[in-house]
């Protein structure tokens, strides 16, 4: 039986993985602060990894959870800061663990070690923590986790990090035990998180599309399973067009040419359809309203026989 693409990037990343794993740096110990669905997969990696482990989290009971598999119950977040080389925090958000972090006992214990920040926060609080760890005499790399906690320790386990390459490249047998993909994105320290929300900005665009997509199979009586039949044989034509234009945007590539797939006119045509659909089936338009709105910054500004990638010059 033929590879298909998937199995390839499942056999890369096994590969991966092993590569990774093969190098001799378990001397380090980790503690991991907040062990709610994704802290405790966290934890969990490690411990499979073979690193001891050390762990906190607010409510204990979770902790008590992860004892059974060898992880160290740390008394108090200043005994986890204390306990590893490596901190790695998983809270819900960077103001949660700037609560955690900057109380003397704990910044105290911090000092020259490394904080792994996994928790989702914005660019500029990734840059203003940075600040903060480097005021305090801690080493700091910020994670970005482009995976469901199912995915943690798994072959095809993503996280991005950014901060100083050095300390990426140091620790990355540690890391590889949280998947088989850990990816460096750049010194600037906001660029995981910047490339998170990137990434997670075109997933609600392709979510919220499969709510109107459902919307007027629902109001027309056409099976959702007929529909995702359609859609999985559409795919490669999207997928196509999303290459395209991320192409054609990178270039600057706006006027049409003998390459354009389709104008912005003749999109526009098309989108004119799906909102006279939706006013005649009551269906909510406010999505496709706000597409609308940008189509018409580009027409009104002289681009509707333009490529269609002509309407990321009106993105900022
Ligand atoms: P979760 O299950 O809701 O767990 C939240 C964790 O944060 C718990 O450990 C909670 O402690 C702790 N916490 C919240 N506020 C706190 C505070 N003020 N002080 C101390 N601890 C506090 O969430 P999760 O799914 O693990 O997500 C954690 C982070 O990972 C989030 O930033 C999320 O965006 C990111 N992430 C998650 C996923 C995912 O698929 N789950 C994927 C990528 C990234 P208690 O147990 O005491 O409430």
């Known amino acids: 039986m033929r590879a298909t693409p998937l199995d390839r990037r499942h056999a890369f990343y096994r590969g991966r993985a092993r590569a990774l794993s093969g190098e001799p740096s378990m001397n380090a110990t980790v503690s991991v602060i907040g062990l709610g669905r994704m802290g405790s997969a966290l934890a969990r990696a490690f411990l499979k990894a073979g690193i001891p482990t050390h762990v906190w989290n607010r409510s204990p009971e979770k902790a008590s959870a992860l004892a059974g598999r060898g992880a160290v119950l740390a008394p108090s977040e200043a005994a986890a800061a204390a306990a590893a080389d490596i901190v790695a925090v998983c809270v819900s ?24 920040q996994l928790s989702s926060g914005s660019p500029n609080q990734a840059r203003e923590q940075a600040q903060w760890a480097a005021g305090n005499g801690t080493a700091y790399l910020d994670g970005a986790i482009m995976a469901t906690p199912d995915f943690i320790g798994e072959p095809g386990g993503t996280v991005l990090y950014s901060g100083p390459r050095a300390l990426f490249e140091a620790n990355l047998p540690v890391f590889a035990a949280l998947g088989g993909n850990p990816q460096f994105v750049g010194e600037d320290v906001g660029h995981a998180s910047a490339l998170d929300l990137s990434l997670l900005g075109q997933m609600w665009g392709a979510l919220f599309g499969q709510f109107q997509a459902a919307a007027i199979c629902q109001a027309e009586g056409i099976a959702l399973d007929l529909f995702e039949e359609h859609r999985q044989a559409f795919l490669p034509v999207v997928e196509g067009a999303v290459v395209d234009l991320i192409t054609r945007i990178r270039d600057r590539r706006f006027a049409a040419d003998a390459q354009t797939l389709a104008s912005l006119d003749v999109h526009y045509g098309a989108f004119g359809l799906l909102l006279q659909l939706c006013g005649e089936r009551g269906l909510h338009d406010l999505v496709p309203r706000a597409q609308d709105n940008l189509f018409r910054k580009a027409i009104d500004a002289g681009h509707r026989q333009d490529d269609f990638a002509a309407i990321a010059q009106f993105m900022r």
Do not use: F
């Open 93 to 116: 958000t960077y103001a949660d663990s700037d609560r955690l972090l900057r109380s003397p006992e704990v910044a105290a214990a911090l000092r020259g070690k490394l904080i792994v």
